[in-house]
């Protein structure tokens, strides 16, 4: 098998709608992607994983995080698309707007976060 083959085909990288993202984000959707049973294991994945009382990203952040309490966090930015949404999160000490599929490069210093989440949302890159 050659590398040629095991490359995905252009048309798996279309997307549905072409409109500008922003387009897409202007109206803010509080909806929740997963289920109670399935919040409670990201949850406990978490606290397993992340620092207690670090310093979070969360990427492609909307108005809920997540994050387990007992982490204490020092710090939970958001870095997302609508800033309503996030302004509703109340685990998000700070929020950046920013488009990743236009531009790639976080707006934030190298090392600035012990850890980065992104929750349910990856699909969304292009």
């Known amino acids: 098998m050659t590398n040629d083959d095991r490359?995905?085909?252009p048309t798996y990288f279309q997307r549905q709608d072409e409109r500008?993202?922003?387009?897409?984000?202007?109206t803010p959707r509080l909806v929740v992607h997963i289920d109670d049973?399935?919040?409670?294991?990201?949850t406990a994945l978490f606290a397993r994983l992340l620092p207690s009382q670090?310093?979070?990203?969360?990427l492609m952040s909307s108005w809920r995080s997540h994050l387990p309490e007992e982490l204490e966090p020092q710090r939970v930015v958001g870095l997302g698309m609508n800033a309503a949404e996030m302004a509703d999160n109340p685990q998000l000490d700070e929020y950046v707007v920013?488009?990743?599929?236009?531009?790639?490069?976080?707006?934030?210093?190298?090392?600035?976060?012990?850890?980065?989440?992104?929750?349910?949302?990856v699909q969304y890159m292009t």
């Open 54 to 58: 670090g310093t979070y990203l969360d």
């Open 98 to 121: 920013h488009n990743l599929n236009e531009d790639p490069t976080l707006p934030f210093a190298t090392a600035e976060f012990e850890a980065v989440v992104c929750t349910v949302s």
């Open 20 to 26: 500008a993202d922003e387009e897409f984000y202007t």
């Open 7 to 9: 490359q995905l085909p």
């Open 37 to 42: 049973t399935a919040i409670r294991a990201l």
